[in-house]
């Protein structure tokens, strides 16, 4: 029998068009009638050629630039529980990185003493394994360290929607590796939903449950593929038949969506 319940999606697209008209050039169509639904509590990855519109389509989820055509519903965004990651991770240099990740707390001017603060602030810390360097400046970190102050950032608020643009893509390969496990594991124990771009096939069937691929423009998303794996990825799942065959399908399709 099939559950009454179903939960209402954490983002509705309903013919989203969206096109850029730079001054004395053709209009660029980044997005054409895209229609999505992406259920609460899910984790999919984005992914397709460079400027396929991947980019405009999370900053539209995120509020951050505005449909001309189409309806687009985050109930996530109007209650300000979402978060975002960029590719760079846009730290202060001025701010250690408890004052950076305390930034976002700051400026909604969240209703609650100082202390709330810094104990939200240690807890996005911990979360992403940096409490050691709360106090030290964006210049004294690694690469790697960057983005997860940046994604502890974006968790302080404990957002229910996390928007992430290609966050790992200029770290190392292990490096990526570590923080694609640990982003998992924030996944399913805070039960966020997670979308995600990025350009590499074996990430996007690391983390994701289902993965859009959009092809060139005008922006579509040309395939919807279901990743059949288990719900806890293990890094030995990386060397495992099963990954290699959801890789493969999903490499399929980029390549159909790119031709
Ligand atoms: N503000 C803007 N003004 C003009 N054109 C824009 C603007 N933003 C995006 N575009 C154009 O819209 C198209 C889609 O851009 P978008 O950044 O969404 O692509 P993308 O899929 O994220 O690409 P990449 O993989 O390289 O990040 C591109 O042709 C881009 O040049
Ligand atoms: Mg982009």
Redesign the pocket.
Same mark, same amino acid.
């Given at each position: 029998m099939l559950d009454a319940q179903v939960g209402t999606p954490a983002v509705t697209m309903r013919g989203v068009s969206r096109a850029?008209r730079?001054e004395g050039e053709a209009p $660029?169509v980044?997005l054409s009638a895209v229609d999505l639904t992406i259920d609460e509590g899910a984790f999919v990855a984005l992914l +397709?050629p *460079?400027?396929?519109?991947? *980019?405009?389509?999370l900053r539209l989820v995120a509020g951050l630039d505005r449909p001309d055509a189409g309806k687009i519903e985050a109930p996530a965004l109007a209650s300000q529980e979402i978060g975002f990651v960029f590719q760079d991770a846009h730290l202060l240099p001025w701010r250690t990185v408890e004052e950076n990740v305390a930034l976002p707390l700051q400026l909604r001017g969240v209703n609650s003493t100082a202390g709330d603060h810094t104990a939200r602030v240690r807890e996005a810390l911990r979360e992403v394994d940096l409490e050691s360097a709360a106090r030290r400046y964006p210049a004294e970190l690694s690469g790697g360290m960057r983005m997860r102050a940046s994604i502890a950032r974006a968790l302080v608020t404990r957002p229910r929607l996390l928007l992430m643009d290609?966050p790992f893509a200029a770290l190392d390969e292990i490096t990526r590796h570590r923080l694609d496990e640990r982003l998992h594991e924030l996944w399913r124990e805070q039960g966020l939903t997670i979308l995600f $771009?990025t350009?590499t096939i074996f990430e996007a069937t690391f983390l994701a449950q289902r993965a859009l691929v959009?092809g060139r423009?005008p +922006?579509r998303i040309l395939r919807d593929v279901i990743l059949d794996l288990p719900e806890k990825r293990e890094p030995s799942l990386r060397a495992s038949p099963a990954f290699m065959r959801e890789a493969q399908q999903l490499l399929e399709g980029l390549e159909e969506a790119s031709a």
């Open positions: 850029f730079p $660029v980044a +397709g *460079s400027g396929c519109g991947k *980019s405009t389509l290609e $771009v350009h959009m423009r +922006g």
